[in-house]
């Protein structure tokens, strides 16, 4: 595409640029998926639900040798590469304003080739309109956003980061602005000494409460991202049970999110960190 630099990331992170025509498909808005009852005696339906679905997209390749010979060595490692049953890659797209997005998807077809001499084929290129399936629908920043809390002075409102939470309880309110689309699911890191911890997210009303205590250097990671809901010591032992029975592993909402942060036996060696990726709807 003219002005940007799009990238096939493979199952080991390795990254090849694609020479991609204008002429891709699927790269926009996710399909939306309407879940819909039939009402008996009624015209039309009842609406249950409305999702972003599955998306496929379509992104014409160029592939070209400098000889015959060399053209196919090239197909054969994009066709390596694009393997589905190694497991899942990336298609990272770079603007020319220079910022990125990706999305995690896998090779479906394509590359089965037509090799009929003519526009889109010859000695040394061969064109080929891949489609890659992609499970979820949304683009992702490429790195993380990650924002550290410390423990200072005793403080109820931080507007700016890093914050410093109150010694000795820990607490802090503040917010957070997810700039994404849509909902990011976060992943908090909390380095002891402390213990009782609670996380609370005041714009959704929704919580997580751990009991446990974190000796000094000691730290639990909760993973709240999709597919993955862990709740992880850092001596790899399994802390999920000791979350409350109303805990909810809370996603940051689209733009501002109000928060706070407790926990009690903390000293100036504590610390709590969040890590997300925004989401978006389009490339």
């Known amino acids: 595409m003219p002005g940007e630099v799009t990238e096939w990331i493979d199952a080991d992170g390795t990254a090849t640029t694609l020479e991609v025509e204008w002429d891709a498909t699927g790269r926009g808005m996710p399909p939306i998926r309407f879940e819909e009852d039939r009402v008996p005696e009624r015209a039309g339906s009842r609406l249950r639900a409305v999702r972003h679905d599955t998306r496929e997209m379509t992104l014409p390749l160029w592939i070209t040798g400098s000889s015959q010979s060399d053209l196919w060595t090239n197909l054969r490692a994009l066709a390596l590469k694009m393997d589905p049953t190694r497991g899942n890659g990336k298609i990272r797209v770079t603007s020319i304003a220079g910022d990125q997005r990706e999305v995690t998807c896998r090779y479906a077809a394509g590359l089965e080739l037509n090799e009929r001499l003519g526009d889109t084929a010859g000695p040394l ?26 423990v200072g002075t005793t403080a109820t409102f931080f507007p700016f980061f890093p914050l410093r939470l109150s010694s000795s309880e820990v607490y802090a309110t503040g917010s957070i ?19 009782a911890i609670v996380l609370r997210n005041l714009t959704t009303g929704k919580s997580l409460s ?20 862990t709740v992880t010591h850092s001596s790899g032992a399994n802390l999920f049970s000791s ?6 592993l809370w996603p940051l909402a689209r733009g501002v999110n109000a928060f706070q942060i ?22």
């Open 262 to 283: 407790e926990m009690s036996a903390a000293t100036t060696a504590s610390l709590v960190s969040l890590a997300y990726r925004p989401r978006y709807l389009m490339v």
């Open 210 to 229: 751990l009991s446990t205590t974190l000796g000094a250097g000691e730290s639990v990671v909760i993973d709240t991202r999709e597919g993955v809901k």
């Open 177 to 195: 602005t997810n700039p994404g689309d849509v909902e990011t699911w976060p992943v908090w890191t909390i380095t002891g000494p402390g213990s």
């Open 125 to 150: 290129v061969q064109r080929a309109p891949v489609l890659f399936r992609v499970h979820d629908p949304y683009w992702y920043a490429v790195s993380d956003t990650t924002e550290p809390f410390t």
């Open 243 to 248: 979350l409350s029975a109303t805990s909810s």
